[in-house]
């Protein structure tokens, strides 16, 4: 099935480190870009969305960076915490038939925290 | 606020049998809600689209009358997995959202683990 693709599977840091986590995706007209948490056995979590008129947006310890040039997102995790171990979904905001809108998922990276 | 409801966690049935996952929208009225399908240390998969008082819009490959989908009210949409087999063990979690024309973000229940014997 489409999904928008992430690069790498799996990433280590350490406790307090900064995390970055990478996502492509193929449809240059996407006007709207989520990045989802989700914790072993749950559904995905909300983290920070972002439009295609922005090129960063910043919440709490996390910020997206939007390069519409290269078809890439990112999300940033300041002092990472080993309550942020989990895997991490970006989402891309397609147009389905009938009108509505449908969000498309990256593969998912998992997050791993060291003490 | 954007409560998602999914029921039951999780389910263990035997082949052959039909199988139904409530979601619920606990504190907003959902016009549209979704239907994924996740295997392990895979990525979110949408089924369908669920719009209420219509019928559902399914993807590509998704067999409509083997996931039945209802979306009777603004705040409940069920999906029943009829005569389920093996292959059709998954997780299984909905989302919802209150304007299915605008940009916000999608709202995520729990899921529903499905186990087939």
């Known amino acids: 099935g489409e999904n928008v693709g992430l690069h790498l599977p799996t990433l280590s840091v350490q406790e307090g480190d900064n995390s970055i986590i990478n996502c492509a995706y193929s449809?240059?007209?996407?006007?709207?870009f989520i990045w989802y948490k989700q914790e072993s056995g749950k559904g995905p979590q909300f983290i920070i969305d972002?439009?295609?008129?922005?090129d960063k947006r910043q919440g709490q310890r996390v910020t997206v960076l939007l390069n519409k040039t290269v078809k890439h997102l990112s999300l940033q995790i300041a002092a990472t915490q080993p309550g942020d171990s989990a895997v991490y979904f970006c989402?891309?905001?397609?147009?389905?038939?009938?009108?509505?809108?449908?969000?498309?998922f990256g593969a998912g990276t998992r997050l791993a925290v060291h003490p | 606020g954007a409560v998602v409801s999914q029921h039951p966690s999780w389910v263990i049935c035997k082949s052959g049998t039909s199988v139904k996952i409530e979601c619920r929208s606990l504190?907003?009225?959902?016009?549209?809600m979704f239907w994924y399908r996740q295997f392990p240390k895979q990525s979110l998969m949408l089924m369908a689209t669920?719009?209420?008082?219509?019928?559902?819009?399914?993807e590509q490959g998704v067999e409509k009358d083997k996931f039945l989908i209802n979306h009777a009210s603004l705040t409940l949409s069920t999906l029943t997995v009829t005569s389920a087999h093996p292959e059709d063990s998954s997780f299984y979690i909905c989302?919802?959202?209150?304007?299915?024309?605008?940009?916000?973000?999608?709202?995520f229940g729990d899921g529903t683990r499905l186990s087939i014997l």
């Open positions: 972002i439009r295609s008129n922005m």
């Open positions: 989402a891309e905001k397609r147009v389905g038939s009938g009108g509505y809108n449908k969000l498309i």
């Open positions: 989302s919802a959202v209150t304007d299915r024309g605008g940009n916000q973000p999608q709202h």
């Open positions: 669920s719009n209420e008082g219509s019928k559902a819009t399914y």
């Open positions: 449809n240059s007209a996407s006007d709207y």
């Open positions: 504190d907003f009225q959902a016009t549209t």
